[in-house]
């Protein structure tokens, strides 16, 4: 392996030709990543950011633009066949032929990566997966979860060194979601390095030692969840308001001693502040001399939209506009 | 195991479980057959009918049931749904040769002709056709049916691979018929109108139907005819079988 790096990149792009005269299309502008040997590495961004176009680019699948890029230290544009040897990907699409049992799919897998004893290997990854039960049901009787979990064990059937999973839970209710997530804690101890797309902040925070935010093609920040939140410097405040007192609301904040910003958030503003325990005080007194009755007052520490927030001036998820004007910046 | 004959048997079991992408392309050359014989059986009657040389006509037409029947788009149909759902992609990220993808596929066409070709031929004894050319011929046949579906289920692959469209995939068995109807299909040749003549002279399909139909209606293996056969499903065969791998080549690009 090159250094200590499962998967290097520099200036990774990718360019798509424009159709009938339309300008070229830049999937993917320039990016730089590094992700050490063992870590869980998520890759954060909303859709359309380039999330899987840098995925399919590591995997062989897609050819790079511009820019080098190696797997477990091989160079994926010199040598793609040594890379599909040492890598795992279970794409966003689970690409799993539904005429066929789960049995069949792993053993010809299995086969397909020269695996000493498919048969063997096949009954282990099934009872990994908790699909023992299942191994001889055609897989168009699965249930999503089911689908997910076979096609994660197809990523694993050589112990890849690199696993790529390309949104793992996308579509799934939370129960399945969650199986997932051990899978995958699972297989990061096993050895394996992980590298995770996800547009769910909380998978993200839940799974993930270091995360890149990626949005429109370029990396916006960069770091571990911990580090990227702390960052922002702030507790955030919400407070419950009727949509009419907003903007009443948001000049009576400004004089919170300590304020960084204040958004508007789905329940009514959200208040960024150095110590929200110590604000919540002034917040109501504030509030109560404008004249103004707040609804429920919650405090909770910054999460990654707010860090996608501040990188971009918009929300990964939850549909919230970005603020039509911040107050109070100190 | 080698990885095409892995991906072959997947395919071959795919054919088995899936019999509606077989049997519509079975039902209509048996369709046609009966049809046509339903036509012109009181016209072309064996002792009226040199170039039937004693047969009934339905020996005369077997072949391009033969031909038709073997004849589909449902290798590249299969093709885009494997890429439609993802299967092809997790091929494709595997450290197998890329061929192996496109041969496995044309595996299936083998065992599917194989098995379409002995069930045009049963139709066709049940109406009274015999292959004059006895055993050897018969497997001639099918061997000979089968290989021209592996040969031309190269197009559909592609234009699968190039589209990744359904309609558009499935238009490819369309192709087949001017390929087919511009032939000696009904008569022999030399009974052709002048331009038609002219056109199932350069169809490559013509050689095909030929060399089987002398299979059928002789006694004698006509080398001329099977060699022209022979020669016209391999140069088929090269042609489609490397355009397809090509489309699979470039289709990241």
């Given at each position: 392996m090159n250094g200590e790096h499962a998967i290097e990149v520099s200036g990774l792009s990718k360019r798509y030709r424009g159709s009938r005269g339309q300008p070229d299309v830049e999937a993917v502008r320039g990016i730089d990543l590094q992700v050490a040997g063992g870590e869980v590495f998520g890759f954060l961004g909303p859709n359309g950011a380039g999330k899987t176009t840098t995925v399919r680019m590591l995997c062989t699948l897609l050819p790079i633009s511009d820019g080098i890029a190696t797997v477990a230290g091989i160079d994926v544009r010199n040598d793609p066949a040594q890379v599909r040897r040492r890598i795992g990907v279970a794409l966003q699409e689970v690409g799993l032929d539904p005429t066929q049992t789960g049995r069949e799919l792993l053993e010809l897998q299995c086969g397909l990566y020269k695996v000493a004893d498919p048969a063997a290997r096949t009954v282990e990854l099934l009872e990994l997966v908790g699909l023992s039960d299942a191994t001889d049901r055609l897989v168009k009787t699965y249930s999503g979860g089911m689908k997910r979990r076979l096609d994660l064990?197809?990523?694993?059937?050589?112990?890849?060194?690199?696993?790529?999973?390309?949104?793992?839970?996308?579509?799934?209710?939370?129960?399945?979601?969650?199986?997932?997530?051990?899978?995958?804690?699972?297989?990061?101890?096993?050895?394996?390095?992980?590298?995770?797309?996800?547009?769910?902040?909380e998978e993200a925070d839940q799974l993930c030692e270091r995360v890149a935010i990626i949005d429109e093609g370029k990396i916006v920040a960069q770091g571990t969840p911990d580090a990227l939140k702390s960052e922002l410097g702030s507790d955030v405040v919400t407070v419950g308001l009727d949509t009419d007192h907003h903007d009443d609301a948001r000049r009576a904040l400004s004089d919170v001693p300590n304020l960084d910003h204040i958004t508007d958030a789905a329940e009514g503003l959200a208040v960024y502040v150095d110590d929200g325990a110590a604000a919540v005080a002034d917040i109501v007194q504030l509030l109560g001399a404008a004249g103004i009755r707040p609804g429920a007052i919650t405090l909770s520490r910054p999460s990654l939209d707010d860090v996608f927030l501040a990188a971009t001036g918009r929300r990964i998820e939850g549909g919230l506009p970005a603020p039509a004007e911040t107050a109070g910046v100190r | 195991m080698n990885e095409t004959v892995l991906l072959g048997r997947r395919a071959v079991r795919e054919v088995?479980?899936?019999?509606?992408?077989t049997i519509p392309a079975l039902f209509i050359p048996v369709f046609f057959l009966v049809?046509?014989?339903?036509?012109?059986?009181?016209?072309?009657?064996?002792?009226?009918?040199?170039?039937?040389?004693?047969?009934?006509?339905?020996?005369?037409?077997?072949?391009?049931s033969?031909?038709?029947?073997?004849?589909?788009?449902?290798?590249?149909?299969a093709m885009v749904t494997d890429i439609d759902i993802g299967y092809l992609d997790k091929l494709l990220a595997a450290p197998i040769r890329r061929t192996a993808v496109v041969w496995g596929r044309l595996a299936a066409d083998l065992a599917r002709g194989v098995s379409v070709s002995i069930i045009v031929l049963a139709v066709g004894y049940a109406f009274g056709a015999r292959v004059k050319s006895g055993g050897v011929g018969i497997v001639l046949l099918i061997v000979l049916a089968a290989s021209w579906g592996v040969a031309y289920a190269g197009i559909a692959i592609a234009i699968a691979l190039k589209t990744k469209n359904v309609q558009t995939t499935n238009a490819s068995f369309l192709i087949f018929f001017p390929l087919l109807f511009l032939t000696p299909n009904f008569v022999p040749m030399d009974l052709l109108a002048g331009p038609l003549k002219a056109i199932a002279r350069v169809n490559p399909v013509t050689y095909v139907i030929t060399g089987l139909r002398d299979l059928v209606l002789f006694h004698d293996i006509h080398w001329g005819s099977l060699g022209a056969c022979v020669l016209t499903i391999a140069a088929t065969g090269v042609v489609l079988t490397w355009l397809s791998m090509r489309a699979l080549a470039t289709f990241a690009d």
């Open positions: 064990a197809t990523a694993l059937v050589h112990a890849p060194e690199v696993l790529f999973l390309d949104e793992p839970t996308t579509g799934l209710d939370p129960a399945s979601r969650v199986t997932i997530w051990d899978e995958v804690r699972r297989i990061n101890e096993s050895g394996a390095t992980v590298f995770l797309t996800t547009q769910y902040l | 088995w479980r899936i019999p509606a992408a049809v046509n014989l339903g036509q012109v059986n009181k016209i072309f009657t064996p002792s009226r009918t040199p170039f039937l040389h004693g047969q009934h006509y339905v020996a005369f037409q077997i072949p391009v033969l031909v038709f029947a073997v004849s589909s788009a449902t290798s590249g149909l």
